[in-house]
């Protein structure tokens, strides 16, 4: 039986999910896989969550490896991991970041899925870097682009493929908040205690309602993007 990617463990109704793969903490099959399943069970058992990587890196987004061993592989991949994305994004609670470092291209929407998004201050890169590396951005991240960052960065953060530090992540808005590395945890408890202190049904509700018009787009809008990136990996 292979290793555990993700670590759970409920401290004062907080649940903890830690991600460490002893690598970059990217998403394959095993990783996102227990995400899910840890969030489910946070779902029954808790009033909010902290995400967590390990330290120096949060999540290097989908594995690569995967990625390039075909259309059918990745997109299978991809769609497993846009399925975890939205069903984070729709968390009946509250879901609090703490960015441990390096978080790109999946790791970056990873982050975005998250109510309230605390980084650690470092030598971290953080962004969307997939046109860079010759890949479109899935709808998903597009409308997560449109949802969440300032519209005056959308091309750098998009077409420029721009990668940078906690600071300037937090100046376009990937993250709320830039602390240092021995506050991070306690911020991220702080602000987990806070907003997991609201009714569970009010907060679960309004989140619902503010999000599940992209949901629904984005969930009729992934066939004909996955199409679309079939057909340009087999030219």
Same mark, same amino acid.
């Given at each position: 039986?292979?290793?555990?990617?993700?670590?759970?463990?409920?401290?004062?109704?907080?649940? +903890?999910i830690d991600m460490?793969d002893?690598k970059? =903490?990217?998403l *394959?099959? &095993?990783?996102?896989?227990?995400l899910?399943a840890?969030?489910?069970?946070? !779902?029954?058992?808790?009033?909010?969550?902290?995400?967590?990587?390990r330290?120096?890196?949060?999540?290097?987004?989908?594995?690569?490896?995967?990625?390039? &061993?075909?259309?059918e &592989?990745?997109?299978?991949l991809?769609s497993?991991?846009?399925?975890?994305?939205l069903?984070?994004?729709?968390? %009946? @609670?509250?879901i609090?970041?703490?960015?441990? *470092?390096? !978080?790109?291209?999946?790791?970056?929407?990873?982050?975005? /899925?998250?109510d309230?998004?605390?980084?650690?201050?470092?030598?971290?890169?953080?962004?969307? =870097?997939? /046109?860079?590396?010759?890949?479109?951005?899935?709808?998903?991240?597009?409308?997560?682009v449109?949802?969440?960052?300032? %519209?005056r960065?959308?091309?750098?953060?998009?077409?420029?493929a721009?990668?940078?530090?906690?600071?300037?992540a937090?100046q376009? *808005?990937?993250?709320?908040?830039v /602390?240092s %590395?021995?506050?991070?945890?306690g911020?991220a408890c702080?602000?987990?205690?806070r907003l997991?202190? +609201?009714?569970?049904?009010?907060?679960a509700?309004?989140? @619902?309602?503010m999000?599940?018009? @992209?949901v629904?787009?984005v969930r &009729?809008?992934?066939?004909?993007?996955?199409?679309?990136f079939a057909?340009?990996?087999?030219?």
């Amino acid at each position: 039986m292979s290793e555990a990617y993700v670590g759970y463990d409920l401290i004062d109704e907080i649940a +903890h999910i830690d991600m460490d793969d002893g690598k970059a =903490n990217a998403l *394959g099959p &095993q990783m996102i896989d227990e995400l899910s399943a840890a969030f489910d069970r946070a !779902a029954k058992e808790a009033k909010a969550v902290i995400l967590a990587g390990r330290p120096g890196r949060f999540c290097a987004g989908f594995d690569l490896r995967i990625m390039t &061993q075909g259309p059918e &592989q990745a997109i299978g991949l991809v769609s497993a991991g846009a399925d975890m994305f939205l069903s984070m994004y729709l968390h %009946p @609670l509250p879901i609090v970041a703490a960015c441990t *470092g390096h !978080a790109l291209a999946g790791g970056a929407l990873l982050l975005l /899925v998250c109510d309230e998004r605390i980084c650690a201050q470092g030598d971290f890169k953080i962004g969307l =870097n997939e /046109v860079a590396i010759g890949m479109t951005l899935p709808v998903l991240g597009r409308e997560l682009v449109r949802s969440h960052i300032d %519209p005056r960065h959308h091309t750098e953060v998009v077409l420029g493929a721009r990668v940078d530090s906690p600071d300037w992540a937090k100046q376009v *808005g990937f993250l709320d908040r830039v /602390v240092s %590395p021995d506050a991070l945890f306690g911020e991220a408890c702080e602000a987990a205690k806070r907003l997991g202190a +609201h009714p569970r049904s009010a907060f679960a509700g309004s989140k @619902l309602a503010m999000r599940e018009a @992209l949901v629904h787009y984005v969930r &009729q809008a992934m066939p004909a993007d996955f199409e679309r990136f079939a057909s340009a990996r087999s030219h």
